[in-house]
Each structure stands twice: as structure tokens, then as C-alpha cells.
């Protein structure tokens, strides 16, 4: 079955930086990948989305001038970095496979979740 397996989250200082990555576990064409956060008590919500070829990208309007997402198809990956860290970005950060992805709107596909990698910012 195909995964996707989150990675790089961690404890950082207020105004620090991290990279998390996505990986499928298979060397396939994924369309469109997305990372979600989800803070403690809160529900989960969208976070950012690129194509599988990087052409296209979309954010949540919180976080477009921190967060940048890249793809790396050679490597069944996708990066999420998070500059300027606040403590509101703790969360868990997962990543999702796109049921759909276009004319700015991000639709989950519910069978294609990671397990998550927590983001922890302390002040």
C-alpha cells in the first residue's frame, strides 16, 4: 500500500525555521500534494499545495509569507519551509494526496494521509 511518511518537525526557538518533507513511498504521479496543521484542540486546516511538478502552488493566506513548499519528483518528495517561526504554528503537520487541485481549490483525498510530524515552537 502507498504511504506518505512525514519528517523533520522538531522543537525550535520563536523566529526559527524548519524544513519538513513529505515522502511517497512509491515512485508514482501523485498530482498534487498538500500539508495540513492541526494545533492542539483546533480542527485541522490547510496549510499549502503544489502540482507533483512544482508548476503550481497555493497557501492559506496566514502563512504565504513564512512557509514555501517545494517538490522533488526524483525524489518522491515534498518540503515545507517554515521560516520565522511564532508559537502558533505548533501543530501536527500533516501531508495529503489531492483528490483535486485546481482554479485554487484543494479538495483531500481521505485515503492518502501521513501520520503527522509535530511542530513544536517554544517563546
Known amino acids: 500500500q502507498v504511504e506518505l511518511v512525514e519528517s523533520g518537525g522538531g522543537v525550535v526557538q520563536t523566529g526559527g525555521s524548519l524544513k519538513l518533507a513529505c515522502t511517497a513511498s512509491?515512485?508514482?504521479?501523485?498530482?498534487?500534494i498538500g500539508w495540513f496543521r492541526q494545533a492542539p484542540g483546533k480542527e485541522r486546516e490547510f496549510v499549502a499545495a503544489i502540482s507533483w511538478g512544482g508548476g503550481s502552488t497555493m497557501y492559506a493566506d496566514s502563512v504565504k509569507d513564512r512557509f514555501t513548499i517545494s517538490t522533488e519528483p526524483n525524489k518522491n518528495t515534498v518540503y515545507l519551509q517554515i521560516d520565522r517561526l511564532v508559537p502558533a504554528d505548533t501543530a501536527v503537520y500533516y501531508c495529503n494526496k489531492a483528490s483535486l487541485f485546481r482554479d485554487n481549490t484543494y479538495d483531500p483525498d481521505p485515503r492518502y494521509w501521513g501520520q503527522g510530524t509535530q511542530v513544536t515552537v517554544s517563546s
Open positions: 512509491e515512485d508514482t504521479w501523485w498530482g498534487a
